[in-house]
């Protein structure tokens, strides 16, 4: 079992940036895929970017590449997301996700291979 709670979330103007953080408690953090995804006011939640338990390796949906960045600190049981050149597009709830490592898999796209939740944290881009 692991709990995760997201913070960093707020409001930021067009090409700003934001920061967001993943802090986790429970059993060991780095055993862990971790996830980001993302769901807009009437919309499906929709996955944003993954990172392996060691970091090595990440994914990102192709609407966040090369503006997001996800990182881990396995020390401090925390995952984040860096958001630079942020869209109005952005706006959402951000939601960390983990998911249990398995030999052979680096990352997770699908929101169903995920175990364990945040409570979102909502991020706000004006135009």
């Known amino acids: 079992q692991v709990q995760l709670v997201e913070s960093g979330g707020g409001l930021a103007q067009a090409a700003g940036s934001l920061r967001l953080s993943c802090a986790a408690s429970?059993?060991?953090?780095?055993?862990?895929?971790m996830g980001w995804f993302r769901q807009a006011p009437g919309k499906e939640r929709e996955f944003v970017a993954t990172i392996s338990w060691n970091g090595v390796r990440t994914y990102y949906a192709d609407s966040v590449k090369g503006r997001f960045t996800i990182s881990r600190d396995n020390a401090k049981n925390t995952a984040y997301l860096q958001m630079n050149s942020l869209k109005p597009e952005d706006t959402a709830v951000y939601y960390c996700?983990?998911?249990?490592?398995?030999?052979?898999?680096?990352?997770?796209?699908?929101?169903?291979?995920?175990?364990?939740w945040g409570q979102g944290t909502q991020v706000t881009v004006s135009s």
């Open positions: 429970g059993r060991s953090f780095s055993s862990y895929v």
């Open positions: 996700a983990a998911a249990p490592y398995a030999s052979g898999v680096y990352y997770y796209t699908r929101s169903n291979e995920y175990h364990y």
